[in-house]
C-alpha cells in the first residue's frame, strides 16, 4: 500500500508564490510517475503537472505553463509543485497521484494513489 501527503497549502495574494509538496510513504518503490491535479469548487478535477520517476520528463496544463515547476527528490520520496504569480483562478483544492508506471500522464485515470488534498487559496 501506498500512501501520499500534500503539504504547503494556504492563502496567498494574486502574484504570490506557493511550494506544495507530496510525501509518499509505504510501498515507495511502486511508486513511479506522479502528478498533481486540482478541483475547483463546482468543477471537475483537473491535471495540472506531471513528472515521470526519473524526473527527466515533465508535462504542465496549458493554464499554468510558464508559472507552476514540477520536481521531485527520490531520495526524501516527494514530489514538489512551485506555484508562481498565482491567479484568483488557481484557487482550489491540490491533490498529489501516483502512478505505478516509469511513464507520466497527464489523465486521472491512469492514476491509482491519490492523497487527501491541500486548499490553495488566491485572493484577489
Known amino acids: 500500500q501506498v500512501q501520499l501527503g500534500e503539504s504547503g497549502g494556504g492563502l496567498v495574494q494574486a502574484g504570490g508564490s506557493l511550494r506544495l509538496s507530496c510525501a509518499a510513504s509505504?510501498?515507495?518503490?511502486?511508486?513511479?510517475?506522479t502528478g498533481w491535479f486540482r478541483q475547483a469548487p463546482g468543477k471537475e478535477r483537473e491535471f495540472v503537472a506531471t513528472?515521470?520517476?526519473?524526473?527527466?520528463?515533465?508535462y504542465y496544463a496549458d493554464s499554468v505553463k510558464g508559472r507552476f515547476t514540477i520536481s521531485r527528490d527520490n531520495t526524501k520520496n516527494t514530489v514538489y509543485l512551485q506555484m508562481n504569480s498565482l491567479t484568483p483562478e488557481d484557487t482550489a483544492v491540490y491533490y498529489c497521484?501516483?502512478?505505478?508506471?516509469?511513464?507520466?500522464?497527464?489523465?486521472?485515470?491512469?492514476?491509482?494513489?491519490w492523497g487527501q488534498g491541500t486548499q490553495v487559496t488566491v485572493s484577489s
Open positions: 497521484a501516483a502512478r505505478d508506471s516509469a511513464w507520466a500522464i497527464s489523465e486521472l485515470k491512469g492514476y491509482g494513489y
Open positions: 513528472i515521470s520517476w526519473s524526473g527527466r520528463s515533465t
Open positions: 509505504g510501498r515507495t518503490f511502486s511508486i513511479l510517475a
